[in-house]
C-alpha cells in the first residue's frame, strides 16, 4: 500500500506531493475527483483531487490542504500569466538552431480566454484540489517546419496556491502531437509530461523556479524519469504591491495609489504584519 507522505515546509512540501502523484500512477493510478470548469476542444480547466490507493478518506480527510478558494482577479491573473516564461534548450533536435531569448508561455490571445477561467477556477477550489489545465491548438500549415495539418501544439500543467504563493508546475509547453491516443491521455492527465522536457521555466521579479532534482525523497525513481521537470514559484501577493515592468497591465498597470489600496488591504486581510505595511508604505511614497 502507498502512503501519502506529508512533507513538512514551504516549496519542498508541495513539490513532493507532486512525486507521490506519479509515484500513485505508476502503480495503478490514483483515485481521481474531478470537477470541470471548462471544456472544449481548446481549452480545458478542471479541478482535480488526487488520492493513492488504499487511501479512503475524502473531502474532510485531505491530505494536501491548499490555501483554496482563491479570490484573484481578471486583470491581475492575465498579468501573472504575462509574466511567465520559458527558456529552449539545445537538443539533439535543435542543434544548429539559432539562439533565443525566453518565450513567453501563453499567447495574449490564450491570457484573454484563460485568466477569466483560471479566477473562476480558483474561487471553486477546495482546498484538497489542483487547478489543471490543457490548451491545444492546431499549428500552422505545410509551410510549418514544425509540423502540418494534424499536429497539435499542447501546453499544460497545474496550479495550486499556498500561502501567498501561486506555484506552476509547467507539464508540457507547446508539445506537438499528432497522435490522437496521446493527444487524449494528455487532455484526460495535464500534469503529465508527454515526453521529454526541452524548456525550462525562467524566474522573473517575485518568482523562483524549484529543481526535483533538489529534492531529498525516496521516489527517486520517479525523479529519474521526470528529469528536467521545473516547477515556478510566484509570491503573488508581493506583486499586487510592487509589480514588475515586464508584468504591467497594457494600459499602463498598477498606479501608486492602486498599490497602496492593494497594500492596505493585505495588511486588513492579516497578510502583512504592521512593520511590513509600514515600510512598503513608505517605499511607495518615496517613489512619488
Known amino acids: ?66 490555501d483554496h478558494p482563491t479570490a484573484f482577479g481578471r486583470i491581475e491573473m492575465e498579468t501573472i500569466l504575462r509574466g ?34 483560471l479566477v473562476e477556477a480558483f474561487a471553486k477550489a477546495r482546498p484538497d484540489e489542483w487547478v489543471v489545465f490543457f490548451l491545444g491548438h492546431p499549428r500552422g500549415g505545410e509551410a510549418d517546419h514544425r509540423g502540418g495539418p494534424g499536429v497539435t501544439e499542447v501546453t499544460s ?13 509547467l507539464a508540457n509547453y507547446r508539445s506537438a502531437v499528432s497522435m490522437p491516443l496521446i493527444l487524449d491521455r494528455m487532455r484526460d492527465d495535464p500534469l503529465r509530461p508527454a515526453g ?12 523562483t523556479v524549484h529543481q ?10 520517479i525523479k529519474s524519469f521526470r528529469a528536467g521537470l521545473s516547477a515556478l514559484t510566484i509570491d503573488y501577493q508581493a506583486a ?22 492593494a497594500l492596505r488591504r493585505l495588511r486588513d486581510q492579516g497578510l ?8 512598503k508604505r513608505q517605499k511607495l511614497l518615496d517613489e512619488l
Open 1 to 66: 500500500m502507498i502512503e501519502a507522505i506529508r512533507v513538512r515546509g514551504s516549496a519542498m512540501w508541495w513539490l513532493a506531493s507532486i512525486l507521490i502523484f506519479w509515484t500513485v500512477q505508476g502503480c495503478g493510478g490514483p483515485v481521481r475527483f474531478v470537477r470541470a470548469v471548462e471544456e472544449n476542444p481548446e481549452q480545458v480547466v478542471r479541478l482535480e483531487a488526487r488520492y493513492g490507493q488504499g487511501q479512503s478518506h475524502g473531502y474532510d480527510g485531505a491530505v494536501m490542504p491548499f
Open 84 to 117: 511567465l516564461r520559458v527558456q529552449l534548450r539545445k537538443s539533439l533536435l535543435t542543434l544548429g538552431a539559432a539562439e533565443s531569448g525566453p518565450k513567453e508561455v501563453f499567447t495574449e490571445s490564450e491570457r484573454r480566454s484563460f485568466a477569466p477561467v
Open 157 to 169: 500543467g497545474g496550479f495550486l496556491v499556498e500561502g501567498r504563493q501561486l506555484h506552476l508546475v
Open 196 to 207: 521529454e522536457v526541452f524548456y525550462e521555466l525562467v524566474p522573473g521579479v517575485h518568482q
Open 212 to 221: 526535483f532534482d533538489s529534492i531529498k525523497s525516496t521516489w527517486d525513481l
Open 240 to 261: 499586487r504591491i510592487f509589480p514588475d515592468e515586464s508584468m504591467r497591465t497594457p494600459d499602463g498597470g498598477h498606479s501608486t495609489e492602486e498599490r497602496l489600496r
Open 272 to 279: 502583512v504584519t504592521e512593520e511590513e505595511y509600514r515600510l
